[in-house]
């Protein structure tokens, strides 16, 4: 069976912390992709990062930095110096061959930052 | 990514009425999916579109409430039929794109409100 677990229902922080929002999955198979989304107010879901289970190096990209570790079945999501633009509900979601590579969401984890 | 556009954006309908919702993307798609999301809630695919042949249902979904056209590869439609208070939801419709890496980029979403 596939599951993905977002833990944290919800996290506020004051603008300028940094945050970390955690992902951790379960799969039995060995080529799967997990993936990154955020749906701020207005509704749409924007993709922000895929990562393939064959790749562990972790990505930067500006104020946002995802650690991935197939030790601890983790893929955790790292704002640094949060703002106000990053209030939104942060989806993780995985895809593996045995889900016919459909999508697995997890729950989702809102973030408030407060000014 | 694509440009994917959803007709209506927003829509409030009668109890026992019907409502189509239009998914139109501008690149090349290789497959198209519809989703779900109740209030509060994560997403939940309702089905995978499937270009000139009828849609696949995932477990809890049926033809008969939620029918799905898939005309030509850039282009899809579900119905709500016959709806109820409880067919409120945002539904949204994705697309893997041709030449991705399995990661699926989602329309603005349509919000239904049924009274």
């Known amino acids: 069976a596939q599951k993905v677990t977002q833990a944290q229902t919800e996290i506020s922080v004051v603008e300028k912390e940094d945050v970390t929002l955690d992902c951790v999955y379960e799969?039995?198979?060995?080529?799967?992709?997990l993936f990154w989304y955020k749906q701020p107010p207005s509704g749409e879901l924007v993709f922000l990062i895929r990562?393939?289970?064959?790749?562990?190096q972790n990505e930067i990209s500006g104020r946002y930095s995802w650690n991935f570790q197939k030790s601890t079945s983790s893929f955790n999501f790292t704002i640094t110096a949060s703002q106000v633009v990053d209030s939104a509900v942060y989806f993780c979601?995985?895809?593996?061959?045995?889900?016919?590579?459909?999508?697995?969401f997890g729950t989702g984890t809102r973030l408030k930052v407060l000014a | 990514s694509a440009v994917i556009s959803q007709k209506p954006s927003r829509d409030i309908c009668q109890r026992g009425t019907s409502l189509t919702i239009q998914c139109q993307v501008d690149s090349q798609v290789t497959m198209m999916f519809w989703y779900r999301q109740q209030p509060g809630q994560s997403l939940t695919l309702i089905a995978t579109a499937n270009q000139g042949s009828e849609a696949t249902y995932e477990s809890g979904f049926v033809i008969d409430k939620f029918p799905i056209s898939r005309p030509n590869l850039t282009f899809s439609t579900l119905t709500v039929s016959n709806m109820s208070p409880e067919d409120s939801s945002i539904y949204l419709c994705?697309?893997?794109?041709?030449?991705?890496?399995?990661?699926?980029?989602f329309g603005p979403g349509t919000r239904l409100t049924v009274l």
């Open positions: 979601a995985l895809s593996a061959l045995s889900g016919t590579y459909k999508y697995i």
């Open positions: 994705s697309v893997r794109l041709a030449g991705s890496y399995n990661e699926q980029f």
């Open positions: 799969t039995r198979d060995t080529t799967y992709y």
């Open positions: 990562r393939n289970s064959f790749d562990e």
